[in-house]
């Protein structure tokens, strides 16, 4: 059974710094990993997705990077700002519907 | 393009009640899968439907139901509510399945009392 951890829960750090939130996974046979946005109270804003076959995706300010192998992958933000305060959540898809599997999150807080 | 649209937005029932929620997908959409968010328990997957047949189902009693219509359209039903129901309900939409990006509505926050 698919197990997927976000380290860490959460996070606060001044606005402009540079942030990796980390995601890891049990089982490396995976279809793809998404990565999601969360603000309170609201739905999921689909921010990356990485299929299994490629190693990162890049959007803007955001960088998605995947090692497969090890059951790993990275999100980094880079120049963080206040909007960016949300929760981050990392889900993979390891079957042939559309199933996913999500970690906990990492709760962002960015300081003015 | 319009995004995943879900009705009603917010609810209040009574234990023992039931209730039904609606999920319109993106245009052209053909698979609606449906999620359960608690703070104890997360996100976790309730069921999925692709050209009106259930593929994947979650480990959920079977007071959690749904169904898809052939306008790709989703219903998903609990019925004897408890307590425990309450969570926001998110349907998430795609294209196909295998590896097409999912797409989220704002979500059906469930209150039972």
């Known amino acids: 059974k698919q197990e997927v951890t976000q380290i860490p829960a959460a996070l606060s750090v001044p606005e402009g710094e540079n942030l990796v939130l980390n995601c890891s996974f049990t089982?490396?046979?995976?279809?793809?990993l998404q990565w999601f946005r969360q603000d309170p109270g609201k739905g999921l804003t689909s921010l990356l997705l990485?299929?299994?076959?490629?190693r990162e995706q890049t959007s803007g300010r955001l960088n998605a990077s995947l090692d497969k192998s090890s059951g790993r992958s990275t999100l980094y933000i880079a120049a963080s700002q206040p909007g960016d305060s949300a929760t981050y959540l990392c889900a993979v898809k390891d079957n042939a519907g559309n199933m996913l599997t999500f970690g906990g999150g990492t709760r962002l807080m960015v300081k003015p | 393009k319009a995004g995943v649209t879900q009705t009603p937005r917010y609810l209040i029932k009574t234990r023992g009640q039931q209730v039904t929620l609606s999920c319109s997908p993106i245009s052209g959409h053909r698979s609606v899968s449906w999620y359960q968010q608690t703070p104890g328990q997360g996100l976790q997957f309730l069921f999925e439907y692709f050209s009106e047949t259930q593929r994947n189902k979650g480990n959920f009693p079977g007071r959690f139901s749904g169904r898809q219509f052939s306008n790709s359209r989703s219903e998903m039903n609990v019925s004897t509510l408890e307590l425990g129901d309450s969570a926001l309900y998110l349907c998430?939409?795609?294209?196909?399945?295998?590896?097409?990006?999912?797409?989220f509505g704002p979500g059906t926050r469930l209150t039972v009392t």
């Open positions: 089982d490396s046979a995976i279809y793809n």
């Open positions: 998430a939409s795609s294209f196909r399945t295998e590896s097409y990006e999912q797409y």
């Open positions: 990485i299929q299994s076959s490629q």
